[in-house]
Nanobody, 121 residues
Framework: QVQLVESGGGLVRPGGSLRLSCAAS????????VGWYRQAAGKQRELVAL???????SYADSVKGRFTVSRDDAKNMVYLEMNSLKPEDTAVYYC???????????????WGQGTLVTVSS
């Protein structure tokens, strides 16, 4: 079993910063791509940022230049540094990971339970 647990959400004023963390635990052989999605009220879940095992990153256009995704494979952690936050960034943020649980396993997708980020004055 693999679990992803997010932390770091909360209320922040426009222009402020937050750092989200996600800890992966369980039967982990290798973490392939890992990153963050978000879902605002009444909207579909969307990709925010992704980082591959090789360190290649991709971002939604709406967060480029403001958000930074990073990973620490030694600790099975992924982070999302969010700066210059806007009210439209308000959403539940979900950690996502494609994880291999053994050498023979090509990977399965896992999701965290989500953490709420609210940007409001």
């Amino acid at each position: 079993q693999v679990q992803l647990v997010e932390s770091g959400g909360g209320l922040v004023r426009p222009g402020g910063s937050l750092r989200l963390s996600c800890a992966a635990s369980g039967s982990i052989y290798l973490i392939n791509a890992v990153g963050w999605y978000r879902q605002a009220a009444g909207k579909q879940r969307e990709l925010v940022a992704l980082i591959t095992s090789g360190g290649t990153t991709s971002y939604a256009d709406s967060v480029k230049g403001r958000f930074t995704v990073s990973r620490d494979d030694a600790k099975n952690m992924v982070y999302l540094e969010m700066n210059s936050l806007k009210p439209e960034d308000t959403a539940v943020y979900y950690c996502y990971a494609d994880i291999r649980t053994s050498f023979w396993h090509t990977g399965s997708e896992y999701w965290g339970q989500g953490t709420l980020v609210t940007v409001s004055s």
